[in-house]
């Protein structure tokens, strides 16, 4: 539903969320005045400035942990991504080194699955579905492999490593389409929205004026840059700084080259 904020440069993206907690503590106060119930005073201050800090603290502290998170998922699925490339050119060099010419012929099946990742199936995954190509293009890799007849010797301890990296071609594939919903749940950015819609509210209500609405904005800001950072990270595929698959273009690129 949020998906197309996606679309705006991360720096602009993150700007937003910091304006979206600054302009509140601007407008609301004007209007909080006209309540009698909600009115600053300074016994009101007095009382409500500590639970405001303390807010504060624990909205910062949530935020740091989900940034924490949120990088951590974002780098172990860099590193399932270049796994993934790694076992597909691994695959096509001992295929290459086979010495039979079924194996030479399955190459260029598994130069264009690898293709089709990148073409296809990378832009697919991110609308929550695989590539149909992609699927095609490894059930002809897997037939492939599994159609060769090893001789005794050589052959055969290429053949059982071919057919082991086939299947962690298969599995990883599976991670990767799976790894695209990994993302906070709905109900952690609804108690996130609630607190900080609470924290504003109680500041909007202090008597503050001058300096102290300067902090208060400032304060906004930078609690609005955290979530704006987290949710920018939060699906790691998506955004300017999204996960590609740049191991994979590498490795297509080493595999022309092995032909060469």
């Known amino acids: 539903m949020v998906d ?53 603290n624990i909205a910062s502290l949530v935020l740091a942990f989900s940034l924490v998170q949120a990088q951590g998922n974002d780098r172990q699925l860099d590193t399932l991504a270049t796994s993934e490339a790694v076992a597909i050119n691994n695959l096509d060099r001992l295929l290459a080194r086979y010495g039979d010419p079924a194996a030479v012929a399955v190459r260029p099946t598994l130069l264009a699955y690898a293709e089709a990742i990148v073409r296809d199936e990378w832009q697919a ?46 599995d990883m594939r599976q991670a990767r389409l799976g790894s695209v919903s990994v993302r906070l749940p709905a109900l952690y950015w609804f108690a996130v929205a609630f607190a900080i819609g609470v924290l504003i509210l109680i500041n909007c209500t202090l008597d503050s004026k001058g300096f102290r609405t300067v902090v208060l ?17 939060d699906q790691p595929y998506k955004g300017e700084s999204g996960l590609k698959p740049d191991e994979l273009v590498k490795v297509i690129g080493f595999m022309k080259a092995r032909d060469a």
């Open 4 to 56: 197309w904020l996606y679309s705006f440069p991360e720096l602009v993206l993150a700007a937003m969320f910091s304006a979206a907690l600054m302009i509140p503590l601007v407008v609301l106060p004007w209007l909080i005045r006209r309540l009698s119930i909600l009115k600053p005073s300074p016994e009101r201050t007095s009382f409500t400035q500590p639970i405001a800090s303390t807010l504060f």
């Open 125 to 170: 995954m991110l609308k929550g579905r695989d590539s149909t190509a992609t699927r095609l293009a490894f059930r002809d890799v897997s037939q492939g492999v599994l159609a060769l007849t090893p001789q005794p010797g050589r052959q055969t301890i290429l053949y059982a490593e071919a057919v082991k990296s086939l299947d962690g071609i298969a």
């Open 217 to 233: 904005v400032a304060q906004a800001a930078v609690l609005g840059l955290f979530v704006g950072v987290v949710f920018i990270t």
